[in-house]
């Protein structure tokens, strides 16, 4: 029910007239509720994530192509990234806190809105695996630092150490002048989040990120943050979220990109509009630093919109394992 039609049948009932009791049924039950166009053709299954990694992507389509579900998908696409040791923003790798740990966040979230979450998670490659194990093994939604570590030693995970000799040297460097500032686009790559369309029509997503490099020992960004780094909801879509993750939290990001799309919404308005909501806030100093978002709906159409340039989105659909650039929003 809109606003004013609330405020409108208040008034009514305070002047003491009479609604319809099937009337009035209908209209507190009445709520926006975006529908997929059934005359379009949807070519199943869809994969889409942030920047390009290409090698995730293929990894989460040959899960989808072998019979798994969109979860499966969205887990398995992520592990690749998370054991890529050359990349310096996830798992394995990964670039450490100011104190010289790597410390990994991530989520995922299924199709029947279940989801799980790890935070400040050290020593343990798989992030979004040990998510996935807090989603369906615990009745919790969120484990933190030496709980999550000790919860996913008894799932079976193997501790290692994080910390590569490349990332160790390129933290030393860093400490010699040890100036803190959000990277713009750190070599065009960042947290990694994946959404999948299985061929059921069902929506997974997942999002596993080692956090801003140098970062204040504890700190925890959106992407581990169910509604901020990563939102699934299977009647109307999925959105996932990168870049500057305090940002991304002050406006419940991929949330909003939801919510929008529920509205009716394209994916690709739904993530222009949610960009729109962090640099139009007063005071904004979007300038210094980018977010991005990737979004997709119940008819396989996809989004992706960021603040600043280079920004890009994988996309994985009727046989084709492309990398698309975003469009932006400061084309100062």
Not at 169 to 184: F, G, L, R
Not at 300 to 320: A, L
Request: hydrophobic share 35%; glycine share 10%; charged share 25%.
């Amino acid at each position: 029910m809109k606003r004013r039609d609330f405020i409108k049948n208040a008034s009514f009932t305070g002047l003491g007239l009479t609604i319809n009791n099937s009337f009035a049924k209908n209209a507190i039950l009445e709520k926006p509720i975006f529908k997929a166009n059934k005359t379009d053709k949807v070519i199943l299954p869809v994969v889409i994530a942030t920047w390009n990694v290409k090698k995730a992507t293929a990894k989460a389509m040959e899960v989808l192509q072998a019979g798994g579900d969109a979860t499966d998908a969205v887990e398995q696409g992520c592990k690749i990234e998370e054991a890529n040791e050359k990349g310096q923003t996830v798992g394995k790798g990964g670039l450490p806190d100011r104190d010289g740990n790597v410390t990994l966040d991530a989520c995922i979230m299924d199709q029947h809105g279940n989801c799980g979450s790890v935070v400040y998670l050290q020593n343990i490659t798989h992030a979004v695996s040990v998510a996935r194990k807090v989603m369906e093994e615990t009745p919790h939604v969120m484990l933190a630092g030496e709980g999550a570590k000790e919860f996913a030693i008894l799932q079976g995970f193997e501790p290692e150490d994080l910390l590569t000799e490349a990332s160790k040297k390129t933290w030393e460097k860093w400490k010699v002048e040890a100036n803190y500032e959000p990277i713009i686009n750190i070599e065009n790559h960042d947290t990694i989040g994946m959404l999948a369309l299985d061929k059921n029509g069902d929506i997974s997503g997942a999002c596993t990120t080692s956090g801003l490099a140098y970062k204040m020992p504890g700190r925890v960004g959106d992407s581990p943050i169910i509604g901020s780094g990563l939102f699934v909801d299977n009647e109307i879509g999925a959105c996932a979220a990168t870049g500057l993750g305090e940002e991304v939290i002050k406006t419940v990001g991929s949330f909003l990109v939801v919510e929008l799309m529920r509205q009716g919404k394209s994916p690709q308005a739904a993530c222009e509009e949610a960009i729109g909501r962090i640099v139009n806030k007063p005071h904004s100093d979007y300038k210094n630093f980018q977010v991005g978002y990737i979004a997709i709906n119940k008819s396989g159409e996809t989004g992706c919109y960021s603040i600043h340039q280079y920004f890009s989105m994988t996309k994985f659909q009727d046989g084709i394992n492309e990398q698309i650039q975003s469009d932006y929003f400061n084309k100062d």
